[in-house]
């Protein structure tokens, strides 16, 4: 009888102390990640939130001049042009790898002969690293040389200019980002069909539906989040894209292909104004958390409904 009490007794401080030492633990694993994300994120942030409101040029002194350099970014017209290419290239990267990737996965949600070598050719592009994709196309888009201008002419249609004009440098690097990223949305979209029961495709084979039918009324909404993963993901590259632009073009020609990644470039360490450069830090971040939000608030009202 007192040894059931007693350990009766003993359990209830057994149970503290074991919580103390699994506290002692967490915190052991916990600190060293906090301070390895605030030196690597936190600190960054705030530092170039502290640069944005001072005049800070590698040649010169350090000035604290307040939201002079946000105030100038509204009249700065070669900043808002950057604004308005990086919006229009970032909805045209975003529209057609998205439309060609879902079209790409419904036919090869099918079975048919090479299927998987097929997929594999597909995906191709994704694998190899932007720089040499840059690096390639630029030979293509020769004027005199590239082979894109040799097809064409080769079957009676005029040569273009592809990006050494301004009036075509945006769409052909469009091409090129969906050249490389549709097998991305492809991939992405084909988990979600390879996911989908078969049930409600064989009721509507019964009801006499078409192809088309039951790719309108069941499919796309059965496979509409991982589209909408996908364009997630597609926005925050094509926002974020430089390299491509940069080996291609480097902005030209003129200003016509300079993004607001490129003139940040250009304006760090180019016109060494790190000052200026980064209150379009903080601005383009601002730009990329308002899209996101935006996506998110969509993204959950689809859920609710």
């Known amino acids: 009888m007192s040894t059931t009490l007693s350990g009766m007794a003993t359990r209830p401080l057994a149970a503290p102390r074991r919580r103390r030492n699994y506290a002692r633990r967490y915190w052991m694993f916990a600190v060293p990640a906090a301070l390895?994300?605030?030196?690597?994120?936190?600190?960054?942030?705030?530092?170039?939130l502290f640069m944005s409101v001072h005049e800070w040029k590698v040649s010169g002194n350090v000035y604290y001049v307040?939201?002079?350099n946000y105030m100038h970014l509204l009249r700065d017209q070669r900043f808002l042009w950057a604004v308005a290419r990086t919006l229009y290239f970032t909805t045209a990267s975003v529209i057609l790898p998205v439309v060609i990737g879902i079209w790409a996965a419904v036919c090869f949600a099918r079975k048919f002969r090479l299927r998987g070598a097929a997929r594999t050719l597909f995906i191709l592009p994704m694998m190899a690293t932007p720089v040499a994709i840059a690096l390639v196309w630029t030979m293509m888009f020769h004027p005199q040389l590239g082979v894109?201008?040799?097809?064409?002419?080769?079957?009676?249609?005029?040569?273009?200019?592809?990006?050494?004009?301004?009036?075509?440098?945006?769409?052909?690097l469009v091409m090129v980002e969906t050249w490389q990223w549709t097998p991305l949305v492809m991939l992405i979209v084909l988990g979600g069909i390879s996911s989908l029961p078969i049930d409600p495709y064989e009721a509507a084979v019964i009801d006499g539906a078409t192809a088309w039918q039951m790719f309108r009324y069941?499919?796309?909404?059965?496979?509409?989040?991982?589209?909408?993963?996908?364009?997630?993901?597609?926005?925050?590259?094509?926002?974020?894209?430089?390299?491509?632009?940069?080996?291609?073009?480097?902005?030209?020609?003129?200003?016509?292909?300079?993004t607001i990644n490129m003139l940040l470039y250009q304006t760090a360490f180019g016109y060494y104004d790190l000052g200026y450069a980064s209150a379009m830090v903080v601005v383009f971040f601002a730009l990329i958390m308002l899209l996101s939000l935006i996506l998110l608030r969509t993204r959950q009202q689809e859920l609710t409904l």
């Open 36 to 48: 390895v994300v605030a030196a690597v994120i936190i600190f960054p942030w705030f530092f170039t």
């Open 66 to 68: 307040g939201l002079t």
């Open 148 to 172: 894109l201008n040799y097809l064409l002419t080769s079957v009676g249609l005029p040569p273009s200019s592809w990006v050494y004009s301004a009036d075509t440098v945006i769409p052909t």
């Open 218 to 258: 069941i499919t796309l909404p059965l496979v509409w989040p991982f589209v909408v993963v996908a364009g997630v993901m597609r926005i925050i590259d094509a926002l974020k894209a430089f390299d491509t632009i940069f080996v291609i073009t480097n902005g030209g020609p003129g200003t016509a292909s300079e």
